[in-house]
């Protein structure tokens, strides 16, 4: 990959952790293959979990997922190769 593409996929997660409602930490992530984008995620608490107590610390560091985790999970794929950007 070359500098172009890898700037392009930071500033791609960088924009993608603004989507996570964690008042304090915003974390975004880009999984890709090459130039191909396989997944993405931001830091949060679990599909399904509400996520009204993100400003109570104690419950937030109990339940929250980090963005790689989350990309990592909604891959459905081997991603033994693939590159992570955070």
């Given amino acids: 990959m070359n500098d172009k593409w890898d700037n392009r996929f930071i500033k791609l997660a960088e924009h993608i952790a603004f989507w996570s409602k964690d008042p304090s930490t915003k974390v975004g992530s880009v999984i890709t293959d090459n130039k191909r984008i396989v997944s993405l995620g931001f830091n949060g608490y679990p599909k399904g ?28 794929e081997d991603l033994t190769g693939f590159t992570l950007y955070v």
């Fill in 49 to 76: 979990i509400p996520d009204d107590d993100l400003n109570n610390r104690q419950n937030k560091y109990a339940k929250v997922i980090h963005g790689e985790l989350n990309a990592i999970l909604f891959s459905k």
